[in-house]
C-alpha cells in the first residue's frame, strides 16, 4: 500500500464514507480543471464541508509527506486544480455558507464553497455590490477565484478579486488554521498575508472563509455595442475611449472569429459581416450622468471608426450579449478538435499592437487564433484552434512567439488564469531568478514539506496541451 493510500484509508476512518471518496471511478471525476494539463487519479477525495475536514486532510497528509491538492469548481484553465501525483484531492465545494453580511460596514463572510454568481445575487438583494465578475461566475467558487485572483469584465474599473478581500480563513500545512487579514475599511499591521496567499493558487494554504469587501450597489447601468471592420480598430478605440476619461466599468473585445460564433448562438445580437466588436457598461448613481457617460463612449468609439453604434438601456438587451460573451470559450471549444485559450496582458495602449502580432503569429504558423477579453485592461485571451496531432508543433511555436509579443510590449502572461502547470514552464521567461527564488523560500515557508498543489506555478511542468 502506498503513503497515499494509506492516508486515504486512514481519512475515511475518521472521516467516515460520506465525506471521503475512495473509489476510483468517483476520484477520476476530480483529478482535473478544464484544461488538457495531464493527470493522475487522486487516491481520495475529502469533500470537506467544515473546516475540521481540512485540518484533518493537511494534518494527515503532512505527516506523510503525501501531496493535497485544493479544489473549488474545477473551471480553470492551466491547471491548477490538476492532481499531478498521487495525493488527495480537497473539495471545499460543499462550504457554501453566507456567515453574515454587514452593510453598515460593507462586509459579507462566507464559505469558500459558494458559487460566485450566488455571491452576487445575495448580496445584490440587500442594495450591495461584489464587484469581481469572472465569465464562469456561474460555476466557479470563491475560493478558486482567491486562489487564481480572479478578474472579470468589471475589472477595468473596479480591480481584480485581491482587491475586494479584507481577511481569509485558511488552514495551513499541517493543519494549523490561521486566521489573516482583518474586518475593518483599512488596517496596517505586519505584512500582507493575505495579498500573499490571494493568487497563490494553492500552493501555500487551503482557504476555508472569506471576508470581503462590499460597496453599494450602483443602480444605473448602460451598455454600448460598438461594431468595427476589424480587430485591430477596435483595439485603438479601447485606448481612445480611456484616454478620454471615461470609466467604463467593463470593455470587452471580441475579434471577427468570435462574432461569427456569437452570431451562431443569436442572429440578433451583432450585424452580419462584423469584423469585431467592443461591449462596454458604465455604471454609477446618477442616471443622467451614466447616460452622458455611455454617449462619450459611444462617440470615441465612433471617431476611431466604429461602423456602428448602439446603447443598449434595458437590461434584458444587456443580459442577451452577455449570455453569450460569458460561454465563449466553450463555443469555441465546439469549433475545433483542439482548443488551447492564452490569457495574456498588455498596457491598454498596445492592445491594437497585440492584435496585429497575432493576426501575423496566426497568418505565418497557419493556425487560427481567434481573440477576445477584457481589452479595457489589456486582457486578452488568445485561442488556439487545431484539428490533428501533427499541428502541435505548429502550435507551440505560435504560443512561444505569442508569448514573446506580449513580453516585448511591456506585458505579463497572465491577466487571471494563473500559471499552473502548463505556464510553468513559461515563467522565468518573464521573472528574475532572483524572484523565482524569493518566491521559493515563500513557498516554503509556508509548506515546509512541499506537499501543497506540488507542480504548479515553479515546477517541472509538461508543454501546453488543449484547454
Request: hydrophobic share 45%; net charge negative; aromatic share 4%.
Amino acid at each position: 500500500m502506498t503513503p497515499a493510500e494509506r492516508v486515504a484509508l486512514a481519512l475515511e476512518r475518521a472521516l467516515g464514507p460520506s465525506t471521503v471518496i475512495t473509489d476510483p471511478e468517483l476520484c477520476a471525476g476530480f483529478a482535473r480543471d478544464e484544461s488538457e494539463a495531464e493527470s493522475v487519479v487522486p487516491a481520495c477525495v475529502v469533500r470537506a464541508s467544515e473546516t475540521a475536514h481540512v485540518v484533518a486532510a493537511l494534518s494527515a497528509c503532512d505527516d506523510a509527506r503525501v501531496p493535497v491538492f485544493p479544489r473549488g469548481g474545477g473551471t480553470g484553465r492551466t491547471g491548477g486544480a490538476t492532481v499531478t501525483r498521487p495525493g488527495v484531492v480537497v473539495d471545499t465545494t460543499a462550504m457554501t455558507d453566507l456567515v453574515e453580511v454587514d452593510a453598515a460596514n460593507g462586509v459579507a463572510v462566507v464559505g469558500v464553497g459558494m458559487r460566485t454568481a450566488d455571491l452576487h445575487a445575495a448580496v445584490e438583494r440587500e442594495g450591495l455590490f461584489w464587484a469581481p465578475d469572472p465569465n464562469s461566475a456561474p460555476w466557479c467558487t470563491l475560493g478558486g477565484n482567491l486562489a487564481e485572483n480572479a478578474g472579470g469584465p468589471r475589472a477595468v474599473k473596479y480591480g481584480v478579486t485581491r482587491d475586494w478581500v479584507l481577511g481569509v480563513e485558511a488552514v495551513h500545512a499541517g493543519g494549523a488554521v490561521v486566521a489573516h487579514g482583518r474586518r475593518t475599511a483599512k488596517g496596517v499591521t505586519g505584512y500582507d498575508t493575505v495579498g500573499t496567499l490571494v493568487g497563490s493558487e494553492g500552493t501555500l494554504a487551503v482557504f476555508t472563509r472569506a471576508s470581503l469587501r462590499l460597496v453599494a450597489l450602483p443602480p444605473c447601468v448602460r451598455g454600448v455595442l460598438a461594431v468595427f471592420d476589424g480587430a485591430v480598430a477596435a483595439g485603438r478605440a479601447v485606448a481612445s475611449v480611456l484616454a478620454s476619461g471615461a470609466r467604463p466599468r467593463c470593455a470587452e473585445f471580441v475579434d471577427g472569429i468570435c462574432c461569427d460564433v456569437m452570431r451562431a448562438d443569436d442572429p440578433a445580437v451583432l450585424p452580419e459581416g462584423a469584423g469585431a466588436a467592443l461591449v462596454f457598461e458604465v455604471d454609477g448613481f446618477d442616471d443622467e450622468a451614466v447616460a452622458r457617460e455611455a454617449a462619450r463612449v459611444a462617440e470615441r468609439c465612433l471617431d476611431a471608426g466604429a461602423v456602428a453604434v448602439h446603447e443598449a438601456t434595458d437590461a434584458t438587451e444587456r443580459e442577451a450579449l452577455w449570455s453569450v460573451r460569458r460561454v465563449m470559450s466553450r463555443a469555441l471549444r465546439r469549433r475545433a478538435a483542439f482548443k488551447l485559450s492564452e490569457d495574456v496582458v498588455v498596457p491598454r495602449t498596445e492592445v491594437a499592437t497585440l492584435l496585429e502580432r497575432v493576426q501575423r503569429i496566426s497568418e505565418a504558423e497557419g493556425v487560427r487564433m481567434p481573440a477576445y477579453g477584457h481589452a479595457g485592461d489589456g486582457n486578452l485571451h488568445v485561442n488556439l484552434l487545431w484539428n490533428t496531432p501533427d499541428e502541435v508543433p505548429r502550435v507551440q511555436r505560435a504560443i512561444a512567439s505569442l508569448f514573446r509579443a506580449t513580453l516585448e510590449l511591456r506585458g505579463t502572461l497572465s491577466g487571471e488564469h494563473g500559471i499552473g502547470v502548463l505556464k510553468a514552464p513559461y515563467l522565468a521567461w518573464e521573472q528574475s531568478a532572483e524572484l523565482i527564488a524569493l518566491q521559493r523560500r515563500i513557498k516554503d515557508a509556508f509548506d515546509p514539506h512541499g506537499i501543497l498543489n506540488p507542480g504548479k506555478i515553479f515546477g517541472d511542468a509538461p508543454s501546453h496541451r488543449a484547454c
